[in-house]
């Protein structure tokens, strides 16, 4: 569905960024995309909620069946970030959208136009696919995450609440009658 062959992207996500490249990340990233993983839930204080490997980041982001995409950000020729994302569908605009998993920049990197680039890019990707909107999640108390989405233009979603079934409640209600 995403028309991202890296000659395809457009260059006016990173020109402002001097040195800046972004492609697309292959099965060889997996253990960068897992570090980076790691740095981003240390930030969102979950260091421990982290359960994958560098095999299932491989298999599930590269692998047979793989329905997510991933991008890294490079200044020059350094690994500075990450972005997942993964297609979804509203059934009131009758159309997919592009969900944003992650957004990552480290941190001796934000403040830089990284992150506006990364999100540009992907809002570039969205309108491309024909999708209706891009959304993604951010934790209530991460004020900078919330200052910089809001300064592109989105806006919080507060009508409505997340839920999610995971491990074993998940298990527990799929083999419950």
């Known amino acids: 569905m ?11 996500a990173v020109d402002a960024v001097p040195g800046l490249r972004l492609r697309p990340a292959t099965a060889d990233d997996a253990a960068l995309i897992l570090r ?29 069946g793989a329905s997510a995409r991933a991008l890294i950000a490079e200044l020059d020729g350094e690994p500075v970030g990450y972005a997942v994302w993964f297609a979804n569908y509203s059934t009131w605009l009758g159309r997919n959208g592009l969900y944003l998993e992650d957004l990552y920049v480290t941190p001796a990197m ?5 992150g ?3 999100l540009r890019h992907l809002a570039q990707l969205a309108v491309a696919s024909g999708c209706g909107r891009m959304e993604w999640s951010v934790l209530d108390w991460n004020t900078p995450a919330i200052a910089f ?8 979603q507060s009508e409505w609440t997340v839920f999610r079934l995971t491990g074993d409640a998940l298990g527990t209600f799929a083999s419950s009658r």
């Open 36 to 64: 980076f993983i790691i740095e981003l839930a240390v930030y969102e204080k979950e260091p421990d909620a982290v359960v994958t490997d560098q095999a299932g980041i491989a298999d599930s982001l590269f692998g047979p």
């Open 116 to 118: 506006k680039a990364i």
């Open 2 to 12: 995403w028309p991202a062959p890296v000659a395809e992207w457009q260059a006016s």
């Open 149 to 156: 989405y809001e300064s592109v233009g989105a806006r919080p």
């Open 110 to 114: 934000r403040g830089r136009g990284v």
